[in-house]
């Protein structure tokens, strides 16, 4: 008699291996052992490859309705388990519940779109009633697209591509490097294995596999596709915008690619025209929760607020546990929410079915509801679980900050930058604003972009990108910067004008905001010496607990977990004092509570640091039209107010692990007990 393993994973393989001998019996009867009867025993993540083993097994022994109760317990546990909704989707076929079937296998694809089953079912489904019906038509195309593609792979690289989808990530990053060793131009594995680093974070070799195998096929649309947006995930937008208006123009029907032309037209500031793509979009398609958040995105740039809450609800409306559309309702920062909304938040946030990404942006937007009430300690709560959700799958490590730092102090001394005294650009155009995230930067950038010669852009991401290109070199950044030669800097400051020109308008200056540039700021004046830069500061526990209680679109890793704050802000404090030692007056500091309380005064000075004389719609600059795409845009749409400056203190109580961190010299400097 078969007895059953304590582990589960072994346990699932055993489960596995009587199906494929068709004793369903044993291995019903092994499964039940392990995970007992719904409501019998509860269950927990460690029981969720038992479940699905079973839930197969049922299935082949004809138990449809034990099977279905099976994967739904799976599916409480793990709602985006790419296989329990194709298995919900044999069943349902299985029962003759053939719009149930379609829904559960489209679960299935959207989660991993290399089940090959799947794509086989929804064609046969598609076609049983697609009559004149052209959304599943288009649907019906997709899927034999996707069916063809998949059935075109080595079995090796099919492998990988489930195994990507499935998560795991260093398995396929193996077997594709294993089957690339072999065929090192075969162009679908360079793609996945460009979509492998992309997950890994390792954007700039997944940018290399990808210019390389277009390079190979020129006319392949999936690496044309991908390579586009992983140029929008390195906020390479002009790039970005090229390659999708190259495959709408090659299929301007396709109505992907008109979402990914909208996507980079957004990004690199041609929102109008996003606005439009998306409207074309939305139109002839439906269920596109995702894309009506994007156009309120863009909505939100021009300063057409009501419109994006629009869009913001419509999607939500769509799918009431989409995350990101409550978030983005929190993140104009002026919405309320009715006591309705709130409910319906909280009712997504505690469904088991509820993915982790969805929890996590409801999380953050019911921080914004409660503290809007002013129940400040259930505010807390949401604000800490989504937090802690979000920080555990992060990688900062605090350790690794401090040796970043040291290695730039040790790099960038006065004898680099008299060594290099007179290289570089001297092109005065760029004027950086520099800090940590919740600073005031867009503040700043909002009154400065208001005057007559400056023009505002977005936070730029070339400088970041220069930085990690030079860290792939032999030497590696920042000890790379001794051996490079003045030609190398002033060939580094052109390209950057070169490549910002897209975000400009016709003003002799312009503002990157970019809040990280300040670990560069020794570089910027190598490449570009007559660049301005300004370090928006504001209050510690005031810039901390705001960049806690915002849920960033990407990067910021340090923000989700006080004491990591803490420290950041503490490094942030000493790399700037090395700045101001090294390069004495090329940094002008502006706090942020000066700003409010002294507006003309503060922007007086700004100006006179940049050489320029006062306008005074620089004090107006609620009053301007330009496009902001930050969190704050709602914000800096409206005269200074005083209300956020001690909003932590409503949260001090829980607070101290944020104290502690920042350590007693920087509570003593800011008068913090």
């Excluded at 489960?15 to 509860?42: E, M, N, S």
């Excluded at 075969?186 to 996945?192: A, K, P, S, T, Y």
């Excluded at 990591?564 to 030692?581: F, I, K, P, Q, V």
Aim: net charge neutral; aromatic share 8%; with cysteine.
């Amino acid at each position: 008699m078969a007895t059953a393993s304590s582990d589960p994973a072994a346990l699932a393989s055993e489960i596995q291996g009587l199906i494929r001998r068709a004793d369903f019996t044993t291995a019903i009867r092994l499964g039940r052992q392990a995970v007992g009867d719904a409501g019998a025993k509860a269950s927990g993540p460690a029981d969720v490859p038992v479940l699905y083993a079973l839930a197969v097994a049922q299935r082949y022994a004809g138990n449809t309705g034990e099977a279905l109760a099976t994967i739904r317990r799976l599916s409480s546990l793990q709602p985006q388990h790419a296989r329990a909704w194709q298995e919900t989707g044999h069943l349902q076929l299985a029962r003759n519940a053939l719009p149930e079937a379609e829904r559960a296998y489209e679960r299935a694809v959207m989660h991993n779109p290399a089940l090959l089953a799947s794509w086989k079912a929804l064609v046969n489904l598609y076609a049983l009633y697609a009559g004149d019906n052209e959304v599943i038509a288009r649907k019906r195309r997709l899927a034999e697209a996707e069916l063809a593609w998949l059935g075109e792979l080595p079995r090796e690289l099919l492998s990988v591509a489930v195994l990507l989808h499935d998560g795991e990530l260093d398995k396929a990053d193996r077997l594709c490097r294993h089957f690339l060793r072999a065929q090192p131009h075969h162009v679908e594995g360079m793609r996945l294995l460009a979509r492998v680093g992309e997950r890994l974070e390792v954007l700039t070799d997944a940018e290399f596999l990808l210019e390389t195998a277009l390079a190979l096929a020129p006319h392949n649309p999936r690496v044309r596709y991908d390579y586009a947006n992983l140029l929008l995930k390195m906020q390479k937008f002009g790039a970005a915008r090229v390659q999708a208006q190259t495959l709408v123009d090659a299929a301007p029907d396709n109505l992907s690619y008109q979402a990914l032309l909208a996507n980079a037209c957004a990004g690199a500031g041609d929102t109008e025209r996003a606005i439009a793509l998306y409207d074309q979009v939305l139109a002839q398609s439906d269920g596109q929760h995702r894309l009506l958040v994007m156009r309120g995105h863009a909505l939100k740039t021009l300063g057409k607020f009501d419109a994006a809450v629009a869009a913001y609800q419509a999607a939500h409306a769509q799918r009431h546990d989409y995350g990101d559309a409550w978030w983005s309702l929190a993140n104009t920062k002026t919405y309320r929410f009715s006591d309705a909304e709130v409910r319906a938040m909280r009712d997504a946030e505690s469904a088991p079915a509820t993915t982790e990404d969805d929890r996590i942006h409801l999380c953050f937007a019911l921080g914004k509801a409660y503290a809007d009430r002013r129940d400040y300690a259930e505010a807390f709560v949401h604000y800490a679980r989504g937090n802690a959700l979000k920080a555990a799958g992060i990688r900062h490590k605090p350790e690794y900050l401090t040796l970043r730092r040291a290695s730039l102090e040790a790099t960038f001394t006065p004898t680099v930058f008299e060594q290099f005294a007179g290289a570089g650009c001297a092109a005065p155009d760029p004027v950086f604003i520099v800090g940590l995230p919740r600073a005031g930067s867009t503040l700043l950038e909002q009154i400065l972009a208001s005057h007559s010669t400056i023009d505002g852009t977005q936070e730029l991401p070339n400088i970041i990108a220069l930085a990690q290109r030079l860290r792939r070199s032999e030497h590696g950044y920042p000890a790379v910067v001794a051996t490079l030669d003045a030609d190398y800097l002033r060939r580094f400051g052109e390209q950057f004008l070169a490549e910002t020109r897209i975000y400009r308008g016709s003003a002799p200056l312009f503002i990157d905001k970019n809040p990280n540039n300040f670990f560069h700021i020794g570089l910027i004046r190598l490449m570009l010496p007559n660049a301005r830069i300004i370090d928006a500061r504001r209050h510690p526990m005031a810039c901390c607990w705001s960049g806690f209680k915002q849920l960033f679109g990407q990067g910021q890793e340090f923000s989700y977990d006080l004491a990591t704050l803490g420290n950041y802000y503490r490094e942030y404090l000493s790399l700037m004092r090395h700045w101001d030692a090294v390069l004495p007056g090329f940094v002008l500091r502006v706090q942020h509570e000066d700003v409010v309380n002294d507006l003309e005064g503060q922007v007086r000075r700004m100006l006179d640091f940049l050489q320029l004389p006062f306008e005074q719609a620089c004090v107006d600059f609620h009053a301007s039209d330009r496009p902001v795409r930050t969190p704050s845009s709602q914000q800096v749409r409206q005269p200074i107010y005083r209300d956020a400056l001690d909003e932590w203190r409503h949260y001090e109580t829980w607070l101290a692990p944020l104290k502690e961190a920042l350590g007693e010299d920087v509570c003593h400097q800011f008068g913090i007990h």
